[in-house]
């Protein structure tokens, strides 16, 4: 079993034919089955991506959210259409509806959206205003209500996320026994996996880049069960980082490039 690992492809920015340039792509690898972890379109347009891929690429695709794929969206809205997406589409499936995947070999995927979480760098003094808090309402709708409001709103949105991912950790750890635990999330769970330019991003950014409540999650299991590995896999900041905070605990992160999508790497569980 191969799996083929993509981040944050933002296939919105390619016309038709480029688009199924980068499926070809795909395509001439050997996977069997597609990981995403984010970033894969906006809100307008991510089902009917979502279905294309899986019509031209006829393998199942394994896929969490990002936050561009809320933009100019609601999130309970956009939620939705992955639920029913998962439902009704037999090669799709978002792991927060479609639950603990068995990947054979021992081995299960596991994976919520994750949200930037405040709570790295210096939320209080940092200038930074990302699109996320124009282009995604309920980020809007804190947002407007001032900078507290916001962190707010970002902490419960991670927090929701974290509580969710743990529990379902929890529950195919002690149902399943795996020996291998492939994680897929969007925000990178730790500072040291959140690199801007080769280095650990600087305070002004890291709130927006992190989420320190889904690493605070993923070491207590990881701690927890010494004789599991456990790899993470996230994207967002769009440079590559490795971090390994535990020898039973890897988390890797994708690089990207607007109208360059690419394979992150292939994975033998």
């Not at 529990?167 to 897929?184: D, F, G, H, M, T």
């Not at 599991?228 to 990207?256: E, M, Y």
């Amino acid at each position: 079993m191969k799996l083929i690992w993509l981040t944050d492809i933002h296939l919105n920015f390619l016309n038709i034919n480029q688009r199924m340039d980068f499926y070809q792509e795909i395509r001439a690898n050997s996977g069997e089955r597609i990981l995403i972890s984010g970033d894969i379109a906006e809100a307008p347009s991510v089902s009917k991506i979502l279905k294309e891929m899986a019509q031209i690429l006829q393998k199942p695709i394994y896929f969490v959210l990002g936050n561009h794929d809320y933009y100019s969206g609601q999130i309970d809205v956009v939620r939705s259409e992955m639920r029913d997406l998962t439902k009704n589409e037999a090669l799709l499936h978002w792991l927060p509806a479609s639950g603990v995947q068995n990947l054979g070999n021992q081995t299960i995927l596991v994976g919520e959206d994750c949200w930037a979480d405040g709570r790295y760098g210096d939320y209080t003094n940092s200038r930074v205003s990302l699109n996320d808090s124009h282009m995604i309402v309920d980020l809007y709708q804190s947002n407007i209500l001032g900078k507290y409001s916001l962190l707010d709103k970002m902490q419960q949105l991670a927090d929701q996320d974290a509580q969710k991912l743990k529990i379902s950790l929890k529950k195919a750890l002690k149902n399943q026994r795996p020996e291998k635990v492939i994680i897929l999330i969007h925000i990178p769970p730790f500072k040291e996996c959140c690199l801007h330019e080769g280095k650990i991003s600087s305070d002004d950014f890291l709130p927006f880049f992190s989420s320190k409540v889904t690493g605070d999650v993923l070491l207590e299991i990881a701690q927890e069960n010494t004789n599991v590995q456990f790899l993470a896999l996230c994207g967002h900041t769009h440079s590559t980082a490795i971090w390994q905070p535990r020898d039973n605990f890897t988390v890797k992160t994708g690089a990207a490039e607007y109208t360059k999508p690419q394979i992150q790497e292939i994975i033998t569980p």
